[in-house]
Every structure is written in structure tokens, then in C-alpha cells.
Nanobody
Framework: QLVESGGGLVQAGGSLRLSCAASGRTFSPYYMAWFRQAPGKEREFVAAIVWSGTSTYYKDSVKGRFTISRDNAKNTLYLHMISLKPEDAAVYYC??????????????????WGQGTQVNVSS
């Protein structure tokens, strides 16, 4: 089970940190990721991290502003967002991908999803 938290309303230029707590008997994904979905739009990739490694990947438009990280001991994934823009507003979902193969940015490759947390950015 994946449970996101940390969303809210922030002014443009502000920051937020999202968390995703994972629970279950065993938790051993290969990738963990954040996706987002704005009203009327497709769910899109934001960032991914190799759960037992150091590699991270980002959507071009968030590079330099968003940082994905994890705490393996707490089974928690984070997304630290700074310099937020109105176009960053969306429901943010965390996701887990068990397999190492397959693209990390394709939502269909992720088998486990949280319920989402809303991020609103006022201009």
C-alpha cells in the first residue's frame, strides 16, 4: 500500500515536500516514481528513483526544481519541490515498479499506486 501526503496550496515560487509511505509484508520495488495528473490531461511522469541505488530521473520541465529521494529504512519516498509554477498544479501520485526491465517513465509499467495528493499553485 502506498499513501501520499504533503500536498496543499502554495503560491508560485513556493515549495512543498510530498511523502509516500509504503507498507506491506515485503517491499522491494526496483523503481519508485512520482507521476502527476492535471484536470483534463493524461497522467505524466515527473521523477523516478532506483529504490536500492542512487540513479534518479526527471521530466525535463522539473529538472533543477524537484528532487526525488527515499528513506529505505522508513520505506518512504519523497518529492521536494521548489520554485513551483502554476503549471505544476495537479494530483501527484507515487508508484512502484517491481521489474528492473521496461521504461521507468511509462505509467503502465507501474503496478502499485497511491491514492494521490493534490498540489495547487496560485499565481
Amino acid at each position: 500500500q502506498l499513501v501520499e501526503s504533503g500536498g496543499g496550496l502554495v503560491q508560485a515560487g513556493g515549495s512543498l515536500r510530498l511523502s509516500c509511505a509504503a507498507s506491506g509484508r515485503t517491499f522491494s520495488p526496483y523503481y519508485m516514481a512520482w507521476f502527476r495528473q492535471a484536470p483534463g490531461k493524461e497522467r505524466e511522469f515527473v521523477a523516478a528513483i532506483v529504490w536500492s541505488g542512487t540513479s534518479t530521473y526527471y521530466k525535463d520541465s522539473v529538472k533543477g526544481r524537484f528532487t526525488i529521494s527515499r528513506d529505505n529504512a522508513k520505506n518512504t519516498l519523497y518529492l521536494h519541490m521548489i520554485s513551483l509554477k502554476p503549471e505544476d498544479a495537479a494530483v501527484y501520485y507515487c508508484a512502484a515498479k517491481v521489474q528492473a526491465y521496461g521504461g521507468y517513465s511509462f505509467r503502465d509499467n507501474y503496478g502499485y499506486w497511491g491514492q494521490g495528493t493534490q498540489v495547487n499553485v496560485s499565481s
